[in-house]
């Protein structure tokens, strides 16, 4: 057992490094579950935000393209009343000429 001796007490030491190896890597790894969640966490709330977003802009995009529906349909409705004045106002022009 003498020969066997010096080499026990080494197989002990490396056992030892190795387990105390595999708690710190054990540690690291629940680190990094704990940071990976956190930043999937964080992810997901800016997703979240970044649809939010998303959906408030094509929101005033249909708001901008009605408002402008609605301009164009004003001012189309102006320039007729504008035309029918303006042919109204020919009209009675002629016949208050014409009447003389």
């Known amino acids: 057992m003498g020969y066997f001796g010096p080499w026990n007490n080494e197989s002990r030491k490396v056992k030892s490094e190795f387990l105390d190896a595999l708690d710190s890597a054990e540690k690291q790894v629940c680190d990094y579950q704990s940071k990976l969640e956190s930043l999937n966490d964080n992810f997901c709330k800016t997703e979240a935000e970044r649809k939010k ?11 901008l393209a009605a408002a402008k529906g609605r301009e164009q349909a004003l001012q189309e409705q102006l320039l007729k009343e504008v035309n029918d004045y303006q042919e109204r106002f020919k009209s009675n022009y002629n016949y208050t000429v014409n009447s003389r």
Do not use: A, K, S, T
Request: net charge negative; glycine share 0%.
């Open 53 to 63: 977003f998303r959906d408030q802009f094509l929101y005033v995009e249909q708001e």
